[in-house]
């Protein structure tokens, strides 16, 4: 099947009645295909029965189940899933579903991306974070120990399927962490985007579709200008060079917290500076910084791990010359790439969420 981008309005699929479409989409384009379902153990207990019941090309799919959680996002884990692809002797032509939420499709959509140099596969986003941001955009990859996606590869899936129903079983947390990337894409892109999702409510799922809808707009128009992420593509990544530096650090120390909870104090630590390098108002960075600190539960981390952040921040995919380049914002709803920032700063800005 033709690999379409997912900034074609037909690979986005949104809607409550997904297990149909899927149904549909299977028959015209995988009948003959071998299906391998990717998933984690936790969305394999809630939701798993529900979905290969209601499918009928699913009658015959093969499960192959992960343990929950950012630690499986490791080439161990590429390699035993892999030895199961071949023991299925599942070929170029088949294809592989991920049901999960991004941790599922970022090691799957690797992992279609690199078996036998390549087989389709499709994603079926559960989380709001991978509904509105992982699913989305062709960026696939692992971890490597404390270093965030550092083996990856960018390719697309066949199709995505956006179903909110799913939220209805997601923890209060995972909603939090997703809506952090939506708020992000509202301060890079779309003032109006920031002012709606002050309406959102992150303990009811009936009535995201919308602002689901809104955000991946955004991040589809974002990639559709610059896939590989030469340019503008930087700006989805407002938040991450401090949040990831977090999220990696409390993963390695068996403390993980949810990627968007990291990318909140990313963000949070992220408009400070661009306040003290004049870019953001003082009430811009106090709308911003209220908004977050009332949200967010306060990380656990404490000054003294300030140099080992920045170590991380040392090994960033935007880096260049040497220097750490950050995403910053020059007003809410733009964001500005490439922007070099005095390690003082860096410091001073961790010393803004650090306890
Ligand atoms: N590729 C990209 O563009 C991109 C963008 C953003 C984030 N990411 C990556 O995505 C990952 C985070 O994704 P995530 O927040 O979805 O985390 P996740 O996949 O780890 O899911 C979070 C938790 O929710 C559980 N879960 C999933 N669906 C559920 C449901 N419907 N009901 C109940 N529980 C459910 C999971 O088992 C897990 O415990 C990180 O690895 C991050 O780096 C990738
Ligand atoms: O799609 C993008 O581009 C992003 O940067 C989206 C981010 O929310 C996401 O966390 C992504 O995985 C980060 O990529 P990385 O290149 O910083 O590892
Ligand atoms: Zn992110």
């Given at each position: 099947m033709k690999n379409e981008m997912q900034t074609d309005k037909n690979a986005i699929y949104f809607g409550?009645?997904?297990?149909?479409?899927?149904?549909?989409?299977?028959?015209?384009?995988?009948?003959?295909?071998?299906?391998?379902?990717?998933?984690?153990?936790?969305v394999f207990g809630i939701w798993i029965e529900n979905f290969i019941t209601s499918i009928p090309a699913l009658n015959d799919a093969e499960i192959i189940?992960?343990?929950?959680?950012?630690?499986?996002?490791?080439?161990?884990?590429?390699?035993?899933?892999?030895?199961?692809?071949s023991d299925y002797?599942?070929?170029?032509?088949?294809?592989?579903?991920?049901?999960?939420?991004?941790?599922?499709?970022?090691?799957?959509?690797?992992?279609?991306?690199?078996y036998k140099r390549g087989i389709d596969f499709i994603n079926i986003p559960t989380t709001l974070l991978s509904q509105v941001d992982a699913s989305i955009g062709g960026k696939t990859g692992i971890d490597l120990g404390p270093l965030k996606n550092q083996?990856?590869?960018?390719?697309?899936?066949?199709?995505v399927f956006i179903n909110s129903g799913y939220l209805s079983t997601l923890p209060h947390e995972a909603m939090l962490s997703g809506y952090a990337e939506m708020l992000k894409h509202g301060l890079i892109y779309s003032k109006r985007h920031w002012e709606e999702l002050k309406k959102f409510n992150c303990t009811k799922t009936e009535g995201a579709l919308p602002f689901i809808k809104d955000?991946?707009?955004?991040k589809q128009e974002i990639v559709r200008l610059d896939p590989l992420e030469q340019n503008i593509r930087k700006s989805l990544n407002f938040g991450h060079t401090i949040g990831h530096a977090i999220e990696g650090f409390l993963l390695v120390n068996e403390q993980p917290i949810q990627h968007g909870i990291a990318i909140a104090w990313g963000m949070y630590a992220e408009a400070f500076?661009?306040?003290?390098?004049n870019l953001l108002t003082k009430s811009e960075?106090?709308?911003?910084?209220?908004?977050?600190?009332?949200i967010y539960p306060p990380l656990n981390l404490d000054s003294s791990q300030q140099a080992t952040l920045i170590k991380l921040m040392e090994n960033d995919k935007k880096n260049k010359n040497g220097k750490i380049q950050f995403t910053l914002i020059n007003t809410i709803g733009k964001g500005i790439i490439e922007q070099v920032v005095p390690r003082e700063l860096i410091l001073e800005a961790l010393d803004e969420i650090l306890n």
């Open positions: 409550t009645e997904s297990n149909e479409a899927i149904q549909e989409f299977l028959e015209k384009n995988y009948k003959q295909s071998k299906k391998i379902i990717l998933t984690d153990d936790k189940q992960i343990p929950e959680g950012e630690a499986s996002k490791c080439m161990e884990i590429v390699v035993q899933v892999i030895e199961t692809l002797k599942i070929s170029r032509a088949d294809l592989l579903i991920n049901f999960g939420g991004g941790m599922v499709s970022d090691i799957g959509g690797f992992i279609a991306a690199i083996i990856g590869v960018f390719t697309n899936a066949q199709k955000s991946v707009e955004i500076i661009a306040y003290k390098s960075w106090e709308e911003i910084s209220y908004i977050i600190t009332d």
